[in-house]
């Protein structure tokens, strides 16, 4: 992936990143032998690497460059409150206006009764942040007991030590890694496409809330202090829920008191066309929400824990001996809370919710042709939150075997047609800005296209597929 005029040169930003930089997922056999794609600017939804070649952006940075790179207006407001107030402590008594001003912000646009705000860098720190406000709500009201973390297999909630504990994706449980023993109970993952031979959707809701049924009374309702679940599964290959799953989840937890996170960090400001999915996508309102990338469209690291009056009741509930004793430095920093008010703004003036379910709803039906394809078994997800599976049978629905690594293949003729699609295991997922023209998903959708017929002929040849 490495920029080629980059290559071999000493000092070069590629050299120097091969030398010393260890990202985040590094496969080493590959990164030893390509090195990086070296991106030197980017503006709108494209991005450009050291060589000069642009691409159409179709992961968003990382689900989160929702307006769209170099934006003036965000500039200068971050310039504005760096001049103004660059750092403010906000432990215990101290606050900022852009912090405050967000949270105020926040409360407005969360469901219901979801007014108060932690904040922290990321969405892994307001992953951790919710699971930690969980435990500590049921310890004041005189329930401590309540520890276990429900969670799915599929899921993915960060890279912190707790974060990668309560998540389950495929590929991310390193043997060489260590995780928190006994927290966290894994129940099913509400994937429709791969769900049991002969069960119906309906059937498959039925049997997901029958399995939550029996691990609350295997586990024991005192024992258990929330279920976190993202709306839409992202990382884990965006599995939306079948219809009526979150509800009904929602209402079993809530009759034994367990309380319900909703990670949107990737579903939330615009990405399926609300601010948050939760409660206007599936109709469910949650006791804690978790936002962070679009947030500020990835232009500063925020995080936030959004959390109800009920749990805030509690909690701030008189005791002299009764500290919070969780935090970071950069909790509500005034810059970082600055970009996020400006990219609401945003948002909100150039109706980005409103385009994305106009554009979105264009470009899940265009991604949806390519289910034609021999080798792709589903294409799902909402607006622009999308992704392809692909399988060597469309009955059997049997994957393609590792050693094709298709969707790494696929993902490398994209870029070489001006295209980055994000691969992951059998699948390509797309998250791009969400100022996507219908033009411009064109463009993305044809040239996928032609990148799967690509090396589906090529997997041919070689023997890999039939």
Same mark, same amino acid.
């Not at 829920?241 to 979150?246: C, V």
């Not at 009955?395 to 994957?399: G, I």
């Not at 790494?408 to 390509?428: M, N, T, Y």
């Given at each position: 992936?490495?920029?080629?005029?980059?290559?071999?040169?000493?000092?070069?930003?590629?050299?120097?990143?091969?030398?010393?930089?260890? /990202?985040?997922?590094?496969?080493?056999?590959?990164?030893?032998?390509?090195?990086?794609?070296?991106?030197?600017?980017?503006?709108?939804?494209?991005?450009?690497? =050291?060589?000069?070649?642009?691409?159409?952006?179709?992961?968003?940075?990382l689900?989160?460059?929702?307006?769209?790179?170099?934006?003036?207006?965000?500039?200068?407001?971050?310039?504005?409150q760096?001049?103004?107030?660059?750092?403010?402590?906000?432990? @215990?008594?101290?606050?900022? +206006?852009?912090?405050?001003?967000?949270?105020?912000?926040?409360?407005a646009?969360?469901p219901?009764?979801?007014?108060? %705000?932690?904040?922290? %860098?990321?969405?892994?720190?307001?992953?951790? @942040?919710?699971?930690?406000l969980?435990?500590?709500?049921?310890?004041r009201?005189? +329930?401590?007991?309540?520890? %276990?973390?429900?969670?799915?297999?599929?899921?993915?909630?960060?890279?912190?030590?707790?974060?990668? =504990?309560?998540?389950?994706?495929?590929?991310?449980?390193s043997?060489?890694?260590?995780?928190?023993d006994?927290?966290?109970?894994?129940?099913?993952?509400?994937?429709?496409?791969?769900?049991?031979?002969?069960?119906?959707?309906?059937?498959? @809701?039925?049997?997901?809330?029958?399995?939550?049924?029996?691990a609350?009374?295997?586990?024991?309702?005192?024992?258990?202090?929330?279920?976190?679940?993202?709306?839409?599964?992202?990382?884990?290959?965006?599995?939306p829920?079948?219809?009526?799953?979150?509800p009904?989840?929602?209402?079993?937890?809530?009759?034994?008191?367990?309380?319900?996170?909703?990670?949107?960090?990737?579903?939330?400001?615009?990405?399926?066309?609300?601010?948050?999915?939760?409660?206007?996508?599936?109709?469910?309102?949650?006791?804690?929400?978790?936002?962070?990338?679009?947030? @500020?469209?990835?232009?500063?690291?925020?995080?936030?824990?959004?959390?109800?009056?009920?749990?805030?009741?509690?909690?701030?509930?008189?005791?002299p001996?009764?500290?919070?004793?969780?935090?970071?430095?950069?909790?509500?920093?005034?810059?970082?809370?600055?970009?996020?008010?400006?990219?609401?703004?945003?948002?909100?003036?150039?109706?980005?919710?409103? /385009?994305?379910?106009?554009?979105?709803?264009?470009?899940?039906?265009?991604?949806?042709?390519?289910?034609?394809?021999?080798?792709?078994?589903? %294409?799902?997800?909402?607006?622009f939150?999308?992704?392809?599976?692909?399988?060597?049978?469309k009955?059997?629905?049997?994957?393609v075997?590792?050693?094709?690594?298709?969707?790494?293949?696929?993902?490398?003729?994209?870029?070489?047609?001006?295209?980055?699609?994000?691969?992951?295991?059998?699948?390509?997922?797309m998250?791009?800005?969400?100022?996507?023209?219908?033009?411009?998903?064109?463009?993305?959708?044809?040239?996928?296209?032609?990148?799967?017929?690509?090396?589906?002929?090529?997997?041919?040849h070689?023997?890999?597929?039939?």
């Open positions: 992936m490495a920029a080629a005029m980059d290559l071999g040169s000493s000092g070069s930003a590629w050299q120097k990143d091969y030398d010393h930089f260890l /990202h985040p997922w590094t496969h080493f056999d590959s990164f030893k032998r390509d090195g990086s794609l070296v991106i030197r600017d980017a503006q709108g939804a494209y991005v450009t690497d =050291t060589a000069g070649k642009r691409y159409l952006d179709g992961i968003g940075g689900w989160c460059v929702n307006i769209g790179y170099g934006r003036k207006e965000m500039a200068q407001a971050i310039s504005d760096v001049l103004k107030l660059s750092f403010s402590n906000t432990f @215990t008594d101290c606050t900022n +206006e852009p912090a405050a001003e967000l949270a105020a912000k926040l409360a646009l969360a219901g009764a979801l007014n108060h %705000v932690a904040y922290s %860098v990321s969405g892994s720190c307001a992953n951790d @942040t919710a699971i930690r969980a435990h500590y709500y049921h310890a009201r005189g +329930e401590p007991e309540r520890r %276990v973390i429900l969670s799915r297999y599929n899921s993915y909630h960060g890279s912190t030590y707790l974060g990668m =504990t309560v998540g389950n994706r495929d590929g991310d449980r043997p060489h890694f260590r995780y928190i006994g927290l966290v109970h894994h129940l099913a993952a509400p994937y429709a496409y791969r769900r049991p031979e002969g069960m119906s959707e309906a059937q498959f @809701t039925d049997h997901l809330v029958d399995e939550l049924i029996a609350i009374r295997d586990i024991g309702a005192a024992n258990i202090a929330a279920f976190i679940a993202e709306p839409i599964q992202g990382a884990g290959g965006v599995v829920p079948p219809a009526g799953y979150l009904r989840m929602r209402e079993v937890l809530a009759s034994y008191g367990i309380l319900f996170i909703a990670d949107e960090v990737v579903t939330g400001f615009g990405r399926i066309g609300h601010w948050f999915a939760s409660y206007d996508e599936f109709g469910i309102e949650p006791d804690i929400l978790v936002a962070a990338k679009g947030l @500020t469209s990835g232009y500063l690291p925020l995080g936030a824990t959004i959390y109800s009056d009920r749990i805030h009741e509690v909690i701030s509930a008189a005791d001996q009764a500290w919070f004793t969780h935090g970071f430095t950069y909790s509500g920093h005034p810059v970082c809370c600055a970009a996020a008010l400006k990219n609401i703004q945003i948002m909100a003036e150039e109706n980005l919710l409103g /385009h994305v379910r106009t554009v979105g709803d264009y470009f899940e039906t265009r991604l949806k042709e390519l289910a034609s394809l021999p080798l792709v078994g589903d %294409v799902r997800g909402r607006r939150m999308m992704c392809v599976e692909y399988v060597a049978d009955v059997t629905r049997a994957h075997p590792e050693a094709a690594n298709m969707s790494r293949r696929i993902a490398q003729r994209c870029e070489a047609k001006g295209l980055l699609v994000r691969p992951l295991g059998h699948l390509d997922i998250s791009p800005p969400l100022i996507l023209t219908r033009q411009q998903c064109d463009f993305l959708v044809d040239n996928l296209r032609e990148a799967i017929i690509e090396v589906t002929h090529e997997l041919r070689e023997g890999l597929v039939s």
